[in-house]
Protein backbone atom coordinates (compact mmCIF):
# COMPACT_ATOMS: atom_id res chain seq x y z
CA UNK A 1 0.00 0.00 0.00
CA UNK A 2 0.91 3.44 -0.52
CA UNK A 3 0.83 6.78 1.84
CA UNK A 4 -2.78 6.99 1.13
CA UNK A 5 -3.97 3.68 2.05
CA UNK A 6 -4.55 2.80 -1.82
CA UNK A 7 -2.96 -0.49 -2.82
CA UNK A 8 -0.47 -0.14 -5.19
CA UNK A 9 -0.54 -1.87 -8.82
CA UNK A 10 0.92 -5.11 -9.32
CA UNK A 11 3.70 -4.90 -12.22
CA UNK A 12 1.37 -7.33 -14.16
CA UNK A 13 -1.08 -4.44 -14.54
CA UNK A 14 1.67 -2.33 -15.74
CA UNK A 15 2.32 -4.05 -18.75
CA UNK A 16 0.19 -2.84 -21.60
CA UNK A 17 -1.90 -5.46 -23.38
CA UNK A 18 -1.11 -6.11 -27.31
CA UNK A 19 -4.09 -6.05 -29.61
CA UNK A 20 -3.07 -7.00 -32.86
CA UNK A 21 -5.40 -8.12 -35.44
CA UNK A 22 -5.54 -11.79 -34.57
CA UNK A 23 -6.75 -10.34 -30.81
CA UNK A 24 -10.58 -11.74 -30.56
CA UNK A 25 -12.16 -8.72 -29.21
CA UNK A 26 -15.77 -7.76 -30.78
CA UNK A 27 -18.71 -9.33 -30.15
CA UNK A 28 -21.31 -10.89 -32.99
CA UNK A 29 -23.29 -7.74 -33.16
CA UNK A 30 -20.13 -5.56 -33.45
CA UNK A 31 -18.64 -7.83 -35.85
CA UNK A 32 -22.27 -7.87 -37.85
CA UNK A 33 -22.03 -4.05 -37.64
CA UNK A 34 -18.36 -3.73 -39.00
CA UNK A 35 -18.68 -6.48 -41.69
CA UNK A 36 -21.96 -5.28 -43.21
CA UNK A 37 -23.94 -8.58 -42.45
CA UNK A 38 -26.85 -9.74 -40.41
CA UNK A 39 -25.64 -11.62 -37.02
CA UNK A 40 -27.61 -14.93 -38.30
CA UNK A 41 -24.81 -15.21 -41.19
CA UNK A 42 -22.06 -14.57 -39.17
CA UNK A 43 -23.85 -17.89 -36.95
CA UNK A 44 -24.47 -19.44 -40.36
CA UNK A 45 -20.62 -18.78 -41.48
CA UNK A 46 -19.32 -20.17 -38.15
CA UNK A 47 -21.35 -23.26 -38.51
CA UNK A 48 -19.75 -23.94 -42.12
CA UNK A 49 -16.22 -23.04 -40.87
CA UNK A 50 -15.84 -20.35 -43.29
CA UNK A 51 -15.06 -17.91 -40.72
CA UNK A 52 -14.46 -19.40 -36.91
CA UNK A 53 -14.10 -17.14 -34.43
CA UNK A 54 -12.56 -17.98 -30.70
CA UNK A 55 -15.03 -18.42 -28.13
CA UNK A 56 -15.66 -17.27 -24.42
CA UNK A 57 -15.85 -19.71 -21.58
CA UNK A 58 -19.85 -18.92 -21.58
CA UNK A 59 -19.39 -19.76 -25.71
CA UNK A 60 -20.12 -16.87 -26.49
CA UNK A 61 -18.61 -15.56 -30.41
CA UNK A 62 -15.19 -12.52 -29.95
CA UNK A 63 -14.58 -12.21 -33.92
CA UNK A 64 -10.92 -10.49 -34.25
CA UNK A 65 -9.81 -7.68 -36.70
CA UNK A 66 -8.99 -10.37 -38.98
CA UNK A 67 -12.50 -12.06 -38.67
CA UNK A 68 -14.03 -9.26 -40.16
CA UNK A 69 -11.54 -8.87 -43.02
CA UNK A 70 -12.62 -12.25 -43.80
CA UNK A 71 -16.00 -11.58 -43.45
CA UNK A 72 -15.85 -9.03 -45.83
CA UNK A 73 -13.99 -11.21 -48.38
CA UNK A 74 -16.36 -13.75 -48.00
CA UNK A 75 -18.92 -11.85 -48.58
CA UNK A 76 -17.26 -10.10 -51.76
CA UNK A 77 -16.84 -13.01 -52.93
CA UNK A 78 -20.20 -13.94 -52.70
CA UNK A 79 -22.13 -11.40 -53.97
CA UNK A 80 -19.34 -9.97 -56.66
CA UNK A 81 -18.05 -12.60 -57.87
CA UNK A 82 -21.24 -15.30 -57.71
CA UNK A 83 -19.13 -18.10 -55.95
CA UNK A 84 -20.83 -20.38 -53.81
CA UNK A 85 -20.15 -20.84 -50.31
CA UNK A 86 -18.61 -24.07 -50.56
CA UNK A 87 -16.16 -22.79 -53.20
CA UNK A 88 -15.25 -19.78 -50.80
CA UNK A 89 -14.68 -21.99 -48.52
CA UNK A 90 -12.15 -24.01 -50.78
CA UNK A 91 -10.31 -20.84 -51.34
CA UNK A 92 -9.84 -20.01 -48.12
CA UNK A 93 -8.46 -22.71 -47.41
CA UNK A 94 -5.89 -22.57 -50.17
CA UNK A 95 -5.31 -19.08 -49.00
CA UNK A 96 -4.14 -20.92 -45.63
CA UNK A 97 -2.18 -23.16 -47.36
CA UNK A 98 -0.31 -20.49 -49.73
CA UNK A 99 0.46 -18.57 -46.60
CA UNK A 100 1.78 -21.52 -44.52
CA UNK A 101 4.00 -22.63 -47.16
CA UNK A 102 5.31 -18.93 -47.82
CA UNK A 103 6.33 -18.80 -44.16
CA UNK A 104 7.80 -22.21 -44.66
CA UNK A 105 9.70 -21.19 -47.62
CA UNK A 106 11.22 -17.64 -45.78
CA UNK A 107 12.16 -20.15 -42.73
CA UNK A 108 13.43 -22.42 -44.80
CA UNK A 109 15.44 -19.89 -46.81
CA UNK A 110 16.69 -18.35 -44.17
CA UNK A 111 18.16 -21.49 -43.04
CA UNK A 112 20.03 -22.00 -45.74
CA UNK A 113 21.85 -18.21 -45.71
CA UNK A 114 22.71 -19.38 -42.46
CA UNK A 115 24.59 -22.52 -43.23
CA UNK A 116 25.90 -20.82 -46.68
CA UNK A 117 27.10 -17.70 -44.01
CA UNK A 118 28.81 -20.47 -41.48
CA UNK A 119 30.33 -23.05 -44.79
CA UNK A 120 31.69 -19.22 -46.03
CA UNK A 121 32.94 -18.42 -42.43
CA UNK A 122 34.88 -22.20 -42.29
CA UNK A 123 35.86 -21.89 -45.21
CA UNK A 124 37.90 -18.28 -44.75
CA UNK A 125 39.25 -20.18 -41.48
CA UNK A 126 40.65 -23.01 -44.24
CA UNK A 127 42.35 -20.58 -46.49
CA UNK A 128 43.64 -19.13 -43.71
CA UNK A 129 45.40 -21.94 -42.22
CA UNK A 130 47.31 -22.72 -45.33
CA UNK A 131 51.10 -22.43 -44.39
CA UNK A 132 52.63 -19.90 -46.82
CA UNK A 133 55.92 -21.39 -47.19
CA UNK A 134 54.27 -23.91 -49.93
CA UNK A 135 55.37 -22.97 -53.39
CA UNK A 136 52.29 -23.10 -56.24
CA UNK A 137 53.20 -26.41 -58.06
CA UNK A 138 54.07 -26.40 -62.11
CA UNK A 139 52.77 -28.94 -63.95
CA UNK A 140 56.06 -30.22 -65.67
CA UNK A 141 54.42 -30.55 -69.15
CA UNK A 142 54.14 -26.95 -69.59
CA UNK A 143 57.60 -26.04 -68.04
CA UNK A 144 60.62 -25.64 -71.11
CA UNK A 145 63.62 -26.22 -68.43
CA UNK A 146 64.45 -29.70 -67.44
CA UNK A 147 65.80 -30.13 -63.98
CA UNK A 148 68.15 -32.91 -62.91
CA UNK A 149 68.49 -34.04 -59.38
CA UNK A 150 71.85 -35.65 -58.00
CA UNK A 151 71.76 -36.65 -54.58
CA UNK A 152 75.06 -35.59 -52.44
CA UNK A 153 77.07 -37.96 -52.20
CA UNK A 154 77.15 -39.63 -48.77
CA UNK A 155 80.14 -38.77 -46.31
CA UNK A 156 82.14 -41.36 -44.77
CA UNK A 157 81.26 -42.09 -41.18
CA UNK A 158 84.49 -41.74 -38.78
Given at each position: ????????????????Y????????????V??Q???????????????????????????????????????????????E?????????????????????????????A???????????????????????????????????????????????
Amino acid sequence: MDRDGRRRQSASFDRSYQLTEETPVYVISVAAQLSGLHPQTLRQYDRLGLVSPDRTAGRGRRYSARDIELLRQVQQLSQDEGINLAGIKRIIELENQVAALQARVAELSSAVDGAAAAMRQREAQVHASYRRDLVPYQDVQQASALVVWRPKPKRPTD
